[in-house]
T-cell receptor, first 112, second 115 residues
Framework: EAQVTQNPRYLITVTGKKLTVTCSQNMNHEYMSWYRQDPGLGLRQIYYSMNVEVTDKGDVPEGYKVSRKEKRNFPLILESPSPNQTSLYFC???????????FGSGTQLSVL | GNSVTQMEGPVTLSEEAFLTINCTYTATGYPSLFWYVQYPGEGLQLLLKATKADDKGSNKGFEATYRKETTSFHLEKGSVQVSDSAVYFCAKKGGVRSGNTPLVFGKGTRLSVIA
């Protein structure tokens, strides 16, 4: 089954403790992206990647890192999480000129 | 500009009512336009799209027409069901002179349909 898999689904952590949210897709897609969803603000793009070893900042990249060493994986790294990064995070992918985005089920992160 | 504006929710309707969710965009060219839907506890999924002026996207009884003259892509459904309760996002891609651009989303409109 074609899908985007994010882990974990829920995460509670404390300020300053490094964490990684994993994202994997099995559709051989070139494009991958991370979004955060906050009430009243909709979806905002954090980082995206057009292909392996190519990453670019989205609208709200501060406090986040990403890497794209392999085509299928696009982890989101928070080196020193802060409470304002409490949010619902989504990973998404799409292939080539196909503009349809496939989304993961989301990761609800709470930073205390 | 490069933005998408959609009507604020929440929208609450009775079953079988007519639905309209307004969406307008800014662009210097001719973007592709989309509606995505997010059901409770899930990620977004594509509902419909239109890639050029006057195109009509349709799926699951929902429709939206690409109106270049009003820069709009309003979502409509003639008779909503309880199962349509979700958050709906309007989005655009392209239409900016800077080249390949990611999707730009509106802020989402929550729809609740009551029996």
């Amino acid at each position: 089954e074609a899908q985007v898999t994010q882990n974990p689904r829920y995460l509670i952590t404390v300020t300053g403790k490094k964490l990684t949210v994993t994202c994997s897709q099995n559709m051989n897609h070139e494009y991958m992206s991370w979004y955060r969803q906050d009430p009243g603000l909709g979806l905002r793009q954090i980082y995206y990647s057009m292909n392996v070893e190519v990453t670019d900042k989205g609208d709200v990249p501060e406090g986040y890192k990403v890497s794209r060493k392999e085509k299928r994986n696009f982890p989101l790294i928070l080196e020193s999480p802060s409470p304002n990064q409490t949010s619902l995070y989504f990973c998404a992918s799409s292939g080539g000129t196909n503009e349809k985005l496939f989304f993961g089920s989301g990761t609800q992160l709470s930073v205390l | 500009g490069n933005s998408v504006t959609q009507m604020e929710g929440p929208v609450t309707l009775s079953e079988e009512a007519f639905l309209t969710i307004n969406c307008t965009y800014t662009a210097t060219g001719y973007p592709s336009l989309f509606w995505y839907v997010q059901y409770p506890g899930e990620g977004l999924q594509l509902l419909l799209k239109a890639t050029k002026a006057d195109d009509k996207g349709s799926n699951k009884g929902f429709e939206a027409t690409y109106r270049k003259e009003t820069t709009s892509f309003h979502l409509e459904k003639g008779s909503v069901q309880v199962s349509d309760s979700a958050v709906y996002f309007c989005a655009k891609k392209g239409g900016v002179r800077s080249g390949n651009t990611p999707l730009v989303f509106g802020k989402g409109t929550r729809l609740s349909v009551i029996a």
